[in-house]
């Protein structure tokens, strides 16, 4: 499996911009997925989640009410779309995959819970 995200960029505090990720390679319907993000000199921290079936979405409480996270299996992409940005937002945002999805929603917020990761698109918010 191969990740590949994309459309990070250079946004004003309360801007918006959304980053997808999209996959190639193995089952896509099947695999649990979210966002990460890492800021300098900060640990990697859990963004958003979503279900494999887009039943059900998870947001970290930095981010609810202004980012949104969806999916689409029939073009093996994952996106998430970002409003109200603040300068705390900035950081590099990874796209994650774990191959077998799990019930519940704790493993979600967990690095170490997820198999593949894109490469990162850098998100930088001025204030």
């Known amino acids: 499996v191969q990740l590949q995200a994309s459309g990070g960029g250079l946004v004003q505090a309360g801007g918006s911009l959304s980053v997808s990720c999209a996959a190639s390679g193995g089952s896509f319907s099947n695999y649990g997925m979210g966002w990460f993000r890492q800021a300098p000199g900060k640990e990697r921290e859990f963004v958003a989640a979503?279900?494999?079936?887009?039943?059900?979405?998870y947001y970290a409480d930095s981010v609810k009410g202004r980012f949104t996270i969806s999916r689409s299996n029939l073009r093996r992409t994952m996106s998430l779309q970002m409003n109200n940005l603040k300068p705390e937002d900035t950081a590099i945002y990874y796209c994650a995959v774990r191959l077998s999805e799990m019930a519940g929603s704790d493993w979600r917020r967990e690095p170490s819970m997820y198999t593949y990761w894109g490469q990162g698109t850098l998100v930088t918010v001025s204030s």
């Open positions: 979503i279900r494999r079936n887009s039943a059900a979405t």
